[in-house]
């Protein structure tokens, strides 16, 4: 099964082909092999670069657009423009394509990145992500070797307590707020994005609604209410 896969939800515009194939016999894991993948790290470059690196991806692996069996894309949480523009682009190839799309939570795309270090039978690990949320605040997730156990919420770092977690991934400029060990994993991959929707993809599920988790409201909204309230 041939899958693209795109996320906006950061300031890397990530676009990727994937390969998915059931789990081997014997194993309980899928088998996903990326094939292509381009990121350009812009915050303002969602609009402009995220058609052309699905194109770029095509044409660098050979395959067609007609090959594509699913898309799969991060409906965040992240700013409102980015975040859209992937969304956006995905529905349009799907519908085009008349192929299923899947939304993942972009924090748990880069969870999954991580999954050999949380699955470590030496000792329990848990794992904070953290992306940029601006506003000096952060999009923040935990996770243990069955998933994800908090979040997603949105919170100034100085107010989110590490508690039990042992490592952190995500944003560069963020985790260094905490005292943990870093794991290499700041932006959703095509691998993350597509592990994270495997099992729905394998059995044909169909997908549900794309929503955004914005989980505040867009900044012009907050500056009009400001403005308002004058």
């Keep these: 099964m041939l899958v693209l896969a795109v996320d906006t939800s ?43 690196h699905i194109l770029a991806c095509l044409a660098e692996s050979g395959r067609t657009r007609a090959e594509i069996d699913a898309v799969v894309v991060g409906i965040g949480p992240g700013p409102f423009t980015g ?37 470590n039978p030496a000792e329990p690990v848990e794992l ?10 952060v999009y923040w997730a935990r996770y243990r070797a069955e998933g994800r156990v908090e979040g997603p919420e949105v919170t100034k770092p100085a107010d989110l307590e590490p508690g ?19 794991l290499p994993v700041e932006t959703p991959s095509p691998y993350g994005l597509v592990r994270c929707a495997a099992r729905d993809l394998l059995a044909g599920v169909t997908p549900e609604p794309l929503v955004p988790l914005y989980l505040r409201r867009p ?12």
């Design 128 to 137: 904070l992500v953290v992306t940029d949320a601006r506003r000096r605040e």
């Design 10 to 52: 950061t300031p890397a515009v990530t676009a990727g082909l994937v390969e998915l194939e059931p789990a081997d016999e014997g194993s309980t894991a899928p088998r996903i092999t990326t094939i292509t993948s381009k990121v350009t790290v812009d915050s303002r470059a969602h609009n402009e670069v995220l058609t052309p």
């Design 83 to 119: 975040l859209r523009v992937g969304m956006a682009t995905a529905a349009a190839f799907g519908d085009a394509l008349g192929v299923p799309v899947y939304g993942v939570c972009s924090l748990d795309a880069i969870a999954a990145d991580t999954e050999s270090y949380l699955r």
């Design 164 to 182: 039990t977690a042992t490592v952190i991934a995500g944003s560069a400029s963020h985790v260094d707020y905490f005292d943990l060990p870093v």
């Design 219 to 230: 900044d012009a909204v907050e500056r009009s209410y400001a403005q308002v309230g004058r």
